[in-house]
Every structure is written in C-alpha cells, then in structure tokens.
Nanobody, 125 residues
Framework: QVQLVESGGGLVQAGDSLRLSCAAS????????MGWFRQPPGKEREFVGAISRGGSNTRYRDSVKGRFTISRDSAKNTVYLQMNSLKPEDTAVYYCAASSYSYRNMWEITKIDYWGQGTQVTVSS
C-alpha cells in the first residue's frame, strides 16, 4: 500500500507560479513511476504528466509542455509539480498518482495503482 498526500494548491492569478508537492509513504517509493492528473470543473480527470522511477524521464500533456515540470526527490519520497505561467484553464483539482507500470503508460487511468486525495488549484484571470 502507498499513501499519497498532496499539498501546495491555492488561488493564484494568471501568469503566476505554484508548486505542488506529493509526499509518499508505505511501499518503496522508487518502485513506482509517479505522475499528476487534474480534474477541471465539470470535466473528467485528465493526465498532466509523469516521471520515471529513476527521475530521468518525463512526459507531459501538450497543453502544459514548457510551463509545467515534474521532479522527484527519492531522499524525501516526494514528487513535485512546478507550474509556471498559469492560465485560467489550468484551474482544477490536481491529483498525485503512483503506478507500477512505466511512466510512458501513466496517461491511462487504468494503469494507476494509487491516488492522492487531491488539491485545488484556482487560477483567476
């Protein structure tokens, strides 16, 4: 079992930056690819990005490429989502995710083993 706890959400203005954190506990952190999803108001949950077990590889949805960066700190069992140049359309509940599959497969919700509880990010125009 892996427990994931997100933090760092909040209300910001368009163009601002925000960093989300996800602290993992339980099973070995390095055994899992980690990622972030989001669920905008009235929409389905969507893939944001993922990072490989070793942290060397990442992938992102097109709309956040160049603005969002995922990183992980194995010493702290924590994964981060740095969000820059935020837009109102980034408003959503953001969820941390862990997968025993490759980070390349994490865009599929069915490949997610564990979820965090979510943290709200609101970007005002």
């Amino acid at each position: 079992q892996v427990q994931l706890v997100e933090s760092g959400g909040g209300l910001v203005q368009a163009g601002d930056s925000l960093r989300l954190s996800c602290a993992a506990s339980g099973r070995t952190f390095s055994n899992y690819a980690m990622g972030w999803f989001r669920q905008p108001p009235g929409k389905e949950r969507e893939f944001v990005g993922a990072i490989s077990r070793g942290g060397s590889n990442t992938r992102y949805r097109d709309s956040v490429k160049g603005r969002f960066t995922i990183s992980r700190d194995s010493a702290k069992n924590t994964v981060y989502l740095q969000m820059n140049s935020l837009k109102p359309e980034d408003t959503a509940v953001y969820y941390c995710a862990a997968s025993s599959y490759s980070y390349r497969n994490m865009w599929e919700i069915t490949k997610i083993d564990y979820w965090g509880q979510g943290t709200q990010v609101t970007v005002s125009s």
